[in-house]
Structures are given as C-alpha cells and as structure tokens.
C-alpha cells in the first residue's frame, strides 16, 4: 500500500509540475506547440500562422526549453504521461 502511495504521489507531483510548465508558455507559444504535436513542419506552421520560418524556429525553441524537453516527440510522451 505505501509503494502504490507512493507511486500515486510521484504521479501527482510530476502532472503539476507539467502543468507549471505549460502555464508559463505564451499563447503564441501553445499555437505553435499545438500544430508541433500534430506532426506539421515548420514551414506549414508558418504559413498557418502567418509568421516568419525565424519567428517559428524560436517559438519552437521557446517551447522545448519551458517544457524541458529536447524534442516534439519527447514532449507529446511527457504530456500524453501527465493526462
């Protein structure tokens, strides 16, 4: 019973702390990171969004660097773990 307590708490902890994470990324940010999970690249976010491929590589950057990951795919783990 202490190690499942256990268990629950960690998970607990660690859906916090990504939700911390994702609560300091701007709206322009989420657009971005939302179009990175659906698997776009960057030259289609741009167009979507109608900013720069520059604008895009440091939202991108931006993203990745809040979230503590090193990449999209990483990211769509880390989140689909903290559901």
């Known amino acids: 019973a202490l190690i499942a307590s256990h268990k629950q708490w960690n998970q607990l902890q660690e859906k916090k702390s990504v939700q911390q994470r994702l609560e300091t990324l701007s709206e322009e940010e989420r657009s971005v990171m939302k179009l990175m999970l659906a698997g776009e ?3 289609a976010i741009a167009t979507k969004l109608d900013i720069s491929m520059r604008t895009i590589d440091r939202r991108r950057h931006a ?3 809040k979230m503590q990951v090193a990449s ?3 990211l769509a783990t880390m989140l689909s773990e903290a559901r």
């Open 41 to 43: 690249p960057n030259k």
């Open 63 to 65: 993203v990745l660097s």
């Open 72 to 74: 999209a795919p990483e």
